[in-house]
């Protein structure tokens, strides 16, 4: 019943900047930290960023180096992930998740995220 739903990803040159969108449904979107994370062809997932129920806290993976913002909107059930200075190895496709905590995105500790999107793609070329 829960849909979690990506946008925004899309070919762009590096140095540019593209901002995805998470539109949650069938949850009670502000009981969730929402996290975006990402995988690229032959590489683990990685946590790319999370923010707390009400916005509060954020977190970024360190790749990140102050390049992405983590955003919610709660009052449309929305999480944005606005990213600039994109670089090739930011190609991925991005999903975004919706979790107990923001540590469990983070990594800090294990567990199960509660539901994820069917990720949205996004390439970046050189």
């Known amino acids: 019943q829960v849909q979690v739903v990506e946008s925004g990803g899309g070919l762009v040159q590096a140095g540019g900047s593209l901002r995805l969108s998470c539109t949650a449904s069938?949850?009670?979107?502000?009981?969730?930290?929402m996290g975006w994370f990402r995988q690229a062809p032959g590489k683990e997932r990685e946590g790319v960023s999370c923010?707390?129920?009400?916005?509060?806290?954020?977190w970024y993976g360190n790749f990140v180096e102050g390049r992405f913002t983590i955003s919610r909107d709660n009052a449309k059930n929305t999480v944005y992930l606005q990213m600039n200075s994109l670089k090739p190895e930011d190609t991925a496709m991005y999903y975004c998740?919706?979790?107990?905590?923001?540590?469990?995105?983070?990594?800090?500790?294990?567990?199960?995220?509660?539901?994820w999107g069917q990720g949205t793609l996004v390439t970046v070329s050189s």
């Open positions: 923010i707390s129920r009400r916005g509060v806290s954020t």
């Open positions: 069938g949850l009670t979107f502000d009981d969730y930290a």
């Open positions: 998740a919706a979790a107990r905590s923001c540590a469990l995105v983070a990594g800090v500790i294990e567990g199960p995220l509660d539901a």
